[in-house]
């Protein structure tokens, strides 16, 4: 299956590119199973995306979590917390 991702904020800055398409051999892959994948790469991405690390996951625009199921051609958007004020 294949998931767009989509990189905004300073992490589109460390990880080189804005989006990506990702292919993945699980039927119904979690978020955490995706992190997971990226964290496996090393360098920026196993340090940006790092348990001790504060960011926000959208699946098809929506907010989600960990645990959240993604499918053949959802968006995964990953981004830093914002602030505002």
């Known amino acids: 299956m294949k998931l767009k991702l989509v990189f905004l904020a300073k992490l589109r ?3 080189g590119a ?3 398409i ?3 051999d699980s039927e119904s892959p ?3 199973d995706i992190i997971n994948l ?3 790469r090393g360098g920026a991405w196993a ?3 790092s348990v001790d690390r504060s960011y926000r996951i959208a699946v098809n625009q929506e907010m ?3 645990e959240t199921l993604v499918g053949d051609g959802d968006e995964l958007a990953i981004f830093p917390p914002v602030t505002g004020g």
């Open 13 to 15: 800055e460390r990880f």
């Open 18 to 20: 804005s989006e990506e």
């Open 22 to 24: 990702l292919v993945v």
């Open 30 to 32: 979690t978020v955490s």
């Open 38 to 40: 990226l964290v496996a």
């Open 47 to 49: 340090e940006e995306l």
């Open 64 to 66: 989600g979590g960990f």
